[in-house]
C-alpha cells in the first residue's frame, strides 16, 4: 500500500467518522470540518479515474487510482480542479471544499478503497493517514483538465515526478456497478436530477 497523507493542510477536525462499508446504513469515510473552498490535496501520488459533476450524494467528487489496488475519494467538493486522466503528486491540489451533493454544510467528505476498481469496498483512513502531505513545486497552468464543466481558474498543478506515481500505470477503470438509486428512494416518472446526475449510493446526509 502507498503511503497516504491527509486530503487537508492545517488543523481540520473529524465531524463524522467511519463507522462501515455498508453505505446503506454505515458511514464509509470521514467528514473533515473545513470552510468553504479549502484546497483539497492529493493524498498519495496516482492517476485520476473518475471527476465528476454532479451527482444527488457525493456532489462533485474525484477518485484517484494510488499502487497496490488503492483508490481515495473526494466528495462535495466547490470546484474540481484535476480531470480524468490526469497524474498527480502527492499534495497536489485536486479541487476545492464544499458542500454539493447530499450534505448539510461544507466539509470534505473523504474515504480510501482498496481492490480491483474505484468502486472496491472502503476501509476506515484514519489509521492509514501520516498527517500533512508534503509541499509539492507549483506550476503555474493547470493539467488534466480536458472535458472539465466548471472553469478551474489558476490552478497550480504539480510536475508528478515521484517514484511513487510511476507505478501506477495503464490505469483502466471498470464501470461502476453500484445501483444507480439512492437507498431508500424511487424514481418517479418525469422526476428532475442535478445536471450530469447519476444517483450514486455510498453516503448519508452529512454533517
Do not use: C, W
Not at 483508490?71 to 471544499?97: I, N, P, W
Amino acid at each position: 500500500m502507498p503511503t497516504l497523507y491527509k486530503p487537508l493542510r492545517g488543523s481540520h477536525g473529524i465531524s463524522r467518522g467511519f463507522t462501515g462499508r455498508d453505505y446503506r446504513t454505515q458511514h464509509t469515510g470521514v467528514d473533515y470540518r473545513t470552510p468553504k473552498r479549502t484546497p483539497v490535496l492529493a493524498s498519495a501520488a496516482g492517476v485520476v479515474v473518475r471527476s465528476v459533476d454532479l451527482t444527488v450524494s457525493y456532489g462533485r467528487y474525484i477518485i484517484i487510482a494510488h499502487s497496490g489496488g488503492v483508490f481515495t475519494l473526494y466528495a462535495h467538493l466547490d470546484k474540481r480542479q484535476a480531470g480524468e486522466g490526469a497524474r498527480v503528486a502527492v499534495g497536489q491540489r485536486t479541487g476545492l471544499s464544499g458542500s454539493t451533493g447530499r450534505s448539510t454544510g461544507p466539509h470534505l467528505h473523504f474515504e480510501v478503497r482498496k481492490g480491483r476498481n474505484s468502486s472496491a469496498a472502503t476501509v476506515n483512513p484514519v489509521p492509514l493517514l501520516k498527517g500533512s502531505p508534503p509541499t509539492v513545486t507549483e506550476l503555474t497552468e493547470p493539467t488534466g483538465l480536458t472535458g472539465l464543466t466548471d472553469a478551474p481558474g489558476a490552478v497550480g498543478a504539480a510536475v508528478v515526478s515521484a517514484p511513487e506515481a510511476a507505478e501506477v500505470t495503464d490505469v483502466t477503470d471498470e464501470p461502476d456497478t453500484r445501483e444507480v438509486v439512492e437507498p431508500g428512494e424511487t424514481v418517479e416518472p418525469g422526476e428532475a436530477v442535478e445536471p450530469g446526475g447519476v444517483r450514486e449510493p455510498g453516503v448519508a446526509p452529512d454533517q
